[in-house]
């Protein structure tokens, strides 16, 4: 499906997406327990500002404030009926700062995960799934969203599901799966096992890959597993900048804007076509990730020794999706704290 997306990809090697949502919201005043999404109506002034810092260091692309905003999640907080205004206004603000710039860039529409256990391991059936994600495309679309973007999923049941969805609503779209320790999604999958998937769905994404997780290096892990398998489709890698630390009452993480400027060539050395962060990076970083991209000739594909000399020890030896094995590596970098 051509979209606004597979252009800037046909004229970029590199597409540079935005940072993370939550942590910029919390550093912004949203209190610990409230929904961010609820800030598109009550304070859209600062969803303003948080998209406007994103382009403002150069990302081409930007997710919008709705992350969330299903049925289920909104349950939470008794706003289950304002799915739709939520999705419409989190996609406005940002169409409405895109379409007074003078080049391109992407409004892309944020739809996370149910918060849901689908059948059989929980009470969420297939068509109530669709029907959720369904809900939350048709606000985005109506307000000005321009492809649909499917993160921190863990289950094939509810990608599925949302595949599904967007097949209905004719919505072009990218899909990311968050895995953890040892290349697995928490309900098990592969990299190997997301693209099988994929590559039997009939409305494929226009890219995939990976968001969140662990840390930055596990994540380019990840993202060798997709390459060795897949060589042809758009990958994203978006990871988070470095391991979160209690601070103060706070949720610090650890990762310098250096060190995301070394995840960023990394990535795109690794195959990601589509190179974003997730939580905790913030404008300082997205900066440097846009200087890397910019500076630093292409080198070779990454090994996982260099990886994690770089950007710190793997959280552990071994990945289900990659045949090679990572010894963990001693010391530090760039402020970034050794695992353990």
């Known amino acids: 499906m051509n979209n606004i ?9 590199i597409v540079l997406a935005d940072g993370a949502t939550g942590t910029n919201l919390f550093n912004m005043g949203l209190k610990a327990g409230d929904a961010p999404e609820l800030l598109n109506t009550s304070n859209p002034k600062t969803i303003r500002t948080l998209y406007e810092s994103a382009v403002n260091a150069g990302s081409d692309l930007f997710l919008t404030n709705t992350f969330g905003a299903n049925g289920a999640r909104l349950k939470l907080h008794n706003a289950q009926k304002r799915v739709h205004e939520l999705n419409r206004v989190g996609a406005e603000l940002g169409r409405d700062i895109v379409d007074q710039m003078g080049h391109k860039v992407i409004v892309a529409g944020s739809v996370g995960p149910t918060g849901e256990l689908m059948k059989p391991l929980g009470d969420l059936t297939h068509s109530l799934a669709v029907e959720i994600f369904h809900e939350q495309v048709d606000g985005l679309q109506q307000g000005g969203a321009d492809i649909i973007w499917l993160e921190t999923i863990s289950a094939q049941e509810e990608f599925l ?85 209690f601070i103060c009452e706070k949720i610090i ?38 200087e890397s991209i910019d500076t630093r000739p292409k080198g070779h594909p990454p090994s ?27 010391g530090r970098r760039k402020g970034r704290k050794r695992r353990t």
């Not at 997306?5 to 090697?13: F, H, P, V």
């Not at 250096?258 to 195959?271: H, P, Q």
């Not at 260099?306 to 990659?322: N, Q």
């Open 5 to 13: 997306l597979s252009e800037i990809l046909s004229e970029k090697e």
């Open 253 to 290: 993480y650890d990762g310098t804007p250096d060190l995301m400027a070394d995840y960023a060539d990394l990535a795109r050395n690794a195959g990601a076509r589509i190179i974003g962060g997730c939580c905790g990076t913030g404008q300082e970083h997205l900066k440097k990730m846009r």
């Open 304 to 330: 996982l020794e260099e990886i994690a000399a770089k950007l710190g020890a793997f959280s552990s030896t071994s990945d289900a999706g990659k045949k090679e094995t990572a010894k963990a590596t001693p």
């Open 161 to 245: 599901a949302a595949a599904e969805a967007f097949a209905l609503a004719n919505a072009p779209w990218v899909g990311t799966m968050s895995f953890d320790t040892a290349g697995r999604t928490m309900m098990g999958l592969t990299p190997k096992d997301m693209i099988k998937m994929i590559d039997n769905l009939a409305n494929r994404p226009t890219a995939y890959g990976a968001n969140c997780g662990v840390g930055s290096s596990d994540l380019l892990r990840t993202i060798l597993s997709f390459k060795e398998h897949d060589n042809d489709s758009p990958l994203v890698a978006k990871g988070n900048a470095g391991i979160p630390k």
